[in-house]
């Protein structure tokens, strides 16, 4: 029971990362879910594994900064195919190098969630990739706390299933969005990270 909604993964500066078992999520506001964590287990620490990967298969919750680090997450269940793990995203994912030093990989299986409690300034370093689902935040109405966000920044990249989207057109979610691409994903992508060559001018 002390990781039935999933894992909190913190990662630190010093190569390795906290997790925690997730017992209880934030209730449901206007039909949408929070991706919000209410409560959670005992904290362990571990390095982060010599080969970057970090494989889980469940629900994640991921934040923290990295350190000359070089890691890539992912959530997924199994069947591999067709099933629901989500990586939710509600505070800072930071680099400390930005010249190719430091690299994250997130992949999930379904979709990639700003919750509702998310930062209201939140910034994600880091490659995304919803492989079935979408990047986004759900529709939080003017009847949910924290239904409108100020800004949000991913400095990276976004391969989404289905349309991304971190605003709505009645002007709920992140007002600002900034999609910055990082060019060091071309030469130095995370560890095991699919690519497809080098991107092209058109």
Request: glycine letters at 10%.
């Amino acid at each position: 029971s002390s990781c039935d909604e999933g894992f909190h993964i913190t990662l630190k500066n010093d190569n390795t990362f906290d997790i925690s078992g997730v017992t209880s999520v934030r209730n449901d506001c206007g039909g949408s879910p929070s991706h919000s964590i209410l409560s959670e287990g005992s904290l362990n620490n571990y390095p982060i594994p010599s080969n970057g990967i970090i494989f889980v298969k469940h629900h994640v919750w991921v934040d923290g900064q990295i350190n000359n680090s070089r890691i890539t997450i992912l959530a997924f269940e199994e069947p591999f195919t067709g099933n629901s793990s989500d990586i939710n995203i509600n505070n800072d994912i930071l680099y400390t190098n930005y010249d190719g030093t430091d690299s994250m990989g997130l992949i999930a299986q379904r979709d990639i969630n700003a919750g509702q409690y998310s930062e209201n300034d939140l910034r994600i370093d880091a490659a995304l990739i919803a492989k079935e689902g979408r990047i986004g935040r759900e529709y939080y109405n003017s009847g949910c706390t924290s239904y409108i966000r100020d800004t949000i920044t991913i400095n990276g990249s976004l391969a989404t299933n289905n349309r991304y989207g971190f605003a709505y057109t009645d002007g709920t979610g992140y007002q600002t969005r900034n999609l910055i691409y990082d060019n060091n994903l071309t030469f130095i992508p995370p560890p095991h990270f699919p690519t497809t060559g080098e991107y092209t001018f058109i």
